[in-house]
């Protein structure tokens, strides 16, 4: 199973790509998309999107992981968040590919064990389940390989309750 997350927002989406093979993670690729910070919001949706697009093309993913949005102080960051969010969701319907959505919570859990573990221990986590020489960076690409790490987990988990 091979799953990209997106870890989003309208100045620089992270993605993050895995793939799970019995219970062997591998990682595939990271990286951000960014726009610029004068271009005008809708300028730099269709750019999340197009660039989303080219991604589940070349990758080929059989699930998508979005982070899920919580507003904990700033509601207006919150919207553009939203905002990106959406196109990203829209890219992955618009391939046919499943979504997974996992709060902030969710993802450290499935990575540390630790719902409430700080970014370095994730970082960290994230190096060793991928055998990565160094910590993934930026942070954006690195949330959203512990999103695409949390969704191939999931998968795994729903596949064998299914079957």
Known sequence: MRVIGFDPGTATTGYG??????SRLTHIAHGTIQTPPKQHFAERLKTIFEEAQGLLERFQPDAVAIERLYFK???TTGIA???ARGVLALAAVQAGLPIGEFSPTEAKTAITGYGKADKRQVQEM???LLSLDA???PDDAADALALAICQAQTGRVQARLQG
Request: charged letters at 20%; glycine letters at 6%; proline letters at 6%.
């Open 73 to 75: 102080q700033n509601v």
């Open 126 to 128: 994230i190096r060793i």
């Open 17 to 22: 790509v895995v793939e799970l093979r019995g």
């Open 135 to 137: 910590i993934p960076k």
């Open 81 to 83: 968040v939203a905002q």
